[in-house]
């Protein structure tokens, strides 16, 4: 199965906006709910938000009303544009297929991820 490929992370500061993008293959993507995770240093890794397929939202209330997910299914990619971002934001950041049963419970192998820092 091919990876996700994510990319778009950086060093931002307090209050400032990153567009994620994940391109995904056809068979990873089409007819998938996509979901957008992250994984801070000793932490355990963390639905922030998903997409089903027609475009259905869903947000962790950790960044609900600062990060908005979307999707082309044109293209295969899913983005997470994140603004108003705060420290605790810091992660790496993964995208894969998520269970809409399961609780977005993530799918399929996981890519590299892009690390996300938020630092004055």
């Known amino acids: 199965q091919v990876q996700p490929v994510e990319s778009g992370g950086g060093l931002v500061q307090p209050g400032g906006s990153l567009r994620l993008s994940c391109a995904a293959s056809?068979?990873?993507?089409?007819?998938?709910?996509m979901a957008w995770y992250r994984q801070a240093p000793g932490k355990q890794r963390e639905m922030v938000a998903a997409?089903?397929?027609?475009?259905?939202?869903n947000y962790s209330d950790y960044v609900k009303g600062r990060f908005t997910i979307s999707r082309d299914n044109a293209k295969n990619t899913v983005y997470l544009q994140m603004n108003s971002l705060k420290p605790e934001d810091t992660a790496i950041y993964y995208c894969?297929?998520?269970?809409?049963?399961?609780?977005?419970?993530?799918?399929?192998?996981w890519g590299q991820g892009t690390q996300v820092t938020v630092s004055s």
């Open positions: 894969n297929r998520a269970s809409l049963s399961n609780n977005y419970a993530p799918l399929g192998s």
């Open positions: 056809r068979s990873i993507f089409s007819f998938y709910a």
């Open positions: 997409i089903t397929s027609g475009s259905s939202t």
